[in-house]
């Protein structure tokens, strides 16, 4: 059911062409508020603010790029007259390097991406809503900021970077009436997932439930509206329980292959 909760409010997705992008601007929409999807993936980009109808719009914008990013919200505001949620979503991947045999050859691409691409994009919305009675932001980081792993330096260096510059910034735009969130997700099946979640669900985190773009897309929105008017500097976990503990299939199957300290397979 839709509340319209946000209706008169405007909002810029980053990374909305696809996964959970695509669905928070969607969502944002059914909740009344315009939209500005932003992407490097034009085609896509305006297929989706086609679909949407005349409360969405389509800008091209590489995050990476301070300039575009300064772009972006000048559209907004132009196109919609204001801008009270940013929604710092866009972000890409690397491969499963070990940091032995990781060239880093990509760093610079995921740092630009993921960390000044949240940075800017916080710093040029705060200076729209500094003087525009206030506004919210949400970053999105991923449950790298949170559980340390092995592999992909570059990137979970990165996302854990967005959520200590989110309690940084939230503090700093306090006085401003700007609330600034992060939220890291776990296991979301979306377009670029590349492995079958199914079997090994269970051995990753406690709720054995297939997570979904739409899941995080309803955490945007609750951090978007009033109903999060006292939550700021907040990283919150969209995770299935993964930060809590080991999940109880993974304890099991511990203990049944654990011996006892005499080196006995059973207990008498």
Known sequence: MNTHELAGKVAVVTGGAGGIGRATASLLTSEGAKVVIADIDAEAGGELAGELGASAAFQRADVSDAEQVQALIDFAVDRFGGLDIMF????????LKGLLSDDLADFNRIMGVNLFGVIVGTQRAARYMKDNGGGVVINNASIAAINAGVGMISYRSAKAAIAHATKCMAIELAPYRIRVNCITPAHIR????NYDMGPVLKYMQPLEREAQPEDVANAVVFLASDRAAQVTGVVFPIDGGT????????TTLIMSTAKPADGSTSAS
Do not use: L
């Open 190 to 193: 979306t377009g670029i997932t």
């Open 243 to 250: 930060t809590a503990g080991p999940p109880y299939a993974q």
């Open 88 to 95: 710092n979503n866009a972000g890409i991947g690397s491969d």
